[in-house]
């Protein structure tokens, strides 16, 4: 199960909300996942985000009611971005990465995150 490399990945994509990302911050978020293919996996999400966050920001901002990029919860934003960079750039399935990006919000988010989340996810999606 890949559930601990998305999880590493959304830490990542969390902390550039706030600042760029130093190399070692990568190791440390990236160490404890014991599979080459994990890290991998990771990494390779992470570098996708990066490349492609402006089209992203687009993207959602797009699909946003009622406020902007900048008012939403930063947790809830980095796993729609991680959702979206699977599916767009990797080619995870839909339904896989929605479901992931839904139960990593059980863990680090708010009860409400989850329905925002998949809600945002969807109208992208459409």
């Not at 089209?55 to 939403?72: A, C, G, P, W």
């Amino acid at each position: 199960m890949r559930r601990e490399a998305r999880e590493s990945a959304f830490k990542l994509i969390f902390e550039t909300l706030f600042k760029e990302t130093e190399e070692e911050t990568f190791i440390e978020v990236t160490s404890p996942l014991k599979k080459e293919e994990d890290k991998k996996f990771c990494e390779k999400i992470f570098e996708e985000y990066n490349l492609h966050k402006n089209e992203l920001d687009e993207k959602i901002s797009s699909h946003l009611k009622n406020f902007t990029l900048s008012r939403v919860y930063r947790i809830d934003l980095a796993l729609v971005y991680m959702a979206l960079t699977e599916i767009f750039y990797l080619e995870t399935p839909k339904a896989v990465a929605i479901n992931e990006a839904l139960e990593i919000s059980k863990k680090y988010s708010t009860q409400e995150s989850s329905k925002f989340i998949n809600g945002l996810l969807s109208s992208i999606l459409k």
